[in-house]
Nanobody
Framework: QVQLVESGGDSVQAGGSLSLSCAVS????????LGWFRQAPGKEREGVAV???????DYGDSVKGRFTISKDSAKNTLYLQMNSLKPEDTAMYFC?????????????????????WGAGTLVSVSS
């Protein structure tokens, strides 16, 4: 059974940084499309960043240049480094994994969904 557990969410001031981690068990992440998604209160879920099996990275427009997605296959862990945080980044952040998708992009995964999801970690950015 594939399980994903996020950590690293916190409350920070605007302009600050946070690093999120997602520990994956029950699967080898090197063969998965992996991603970070977020959902703010009253809003739809939004794709933040994805990384495919070959390490190709794709970002949502609102986080380009500020967020960096990465993975460590030896540790079976996915990361999201978030810099220059803004109040509008406040949301529950979820990591997700998909073994079957042919198109590991933010747009495609946001539309098609992912096979496995974590429970989320809360990021709060104050102005």
């Amino acid at each position: 059974q594939v399980q994903l557990v996020e950590s690293g969410g916190d409350s920070v001031q605007a302009g600050g940084s946070l690093s999120l981690s997602c520990a994956v068990s029950g699967a080898t992440i090197s063969s998965y499309c992996l991603g970070w998604f977020r959902q703010a209160p009253g809003k739809e879920r939004e794709g933040v960043a994805v990384i495919d099996r070959d390490g190709f990275k794709d970002y949502g427009d609102s986080v380009k240049g500020r967020f960096t997605i990465s993975k460590d296959s030896a540790k079976n862990t996915l990361y999201l480094q978030m810099n220059s945080l803004k109040p509008e980044d406040t949301a529950m952040y979820f990591c997700a994994a998909d073994h079957h998708t042919r198109f590991c992009t933010v747009i495609a995964t946001s539309h098609n969904g992912m096979d496995y999801w974590g429970a989320g970690t809360l990021v709060s950015v104050s102005s």
